[in-house]
């Protein structure tokens, strides 16, 4: 993202394409999260035992069982750091790597909406679960600085590690890396005595496509 970069143009795209999710969407939008998405898509906080961690779940009438449930957001991406890898930075530096995408909005006050929901989802999350010792704010919002002037920009960053230190992963299946992230087989490399590439650690990619009658 340079000088070059048309900024307005973008953030006009991100405010449409925001509005038109939540129109059409048969899911949870960040932008619109609020009491009233959380009685209309039967959502509920499951506290574990302890109160030391929660799931936001909701009911699958379909198949009989509770599902943990996934909020979608949208943003201008900023920075990305994704497989495949295809590269070796040292195997203590690969233990400890991270599927990572930064997203930002220019000014929009779509975005902002979203990290302010961000924030209050936070704050509930932390009453639901006081034992839990969360920060005082959400670590995956943040703030990135830009151009001569240090122009601030609010930021939210998704990020998982590859792996999970085994003293960490009781209870966790473990799972086979995809060879298509990681085609050169650099990431077996890493000692599976310490460290084990589990289900919390696997990361699904999709990517979305128009068929020949228009619907996507």
Known sequence: MDHFYDKSNAVESLDRIIAERVAIASSPQMYSMDSGTM???SLSISREDGDVASRLTQRNEEIGETEEVTVALQGI???INLPPFDRSDGLKRLAHIRQTVMLMGLGSTHFQQ???NCHRSYSMFSRYTPNAKLLPAPEFIGKYSEGRDDTEHVTIT???RFFTPVQQSAGLEVVDVNSELDP???LAKVDTTKFLHTEDNAVGYYVLSTSGGGSK
């Open 114 to 116: 979203i990290v302010d």
């Open 158 to 160: 998704a990020s998982n």
């Open 77 to 79: 991406v900023s920075y």
């Open 39 to 41: 009685e209309k898509y």
């Open 184 to 186: 050169r087989g650099i």
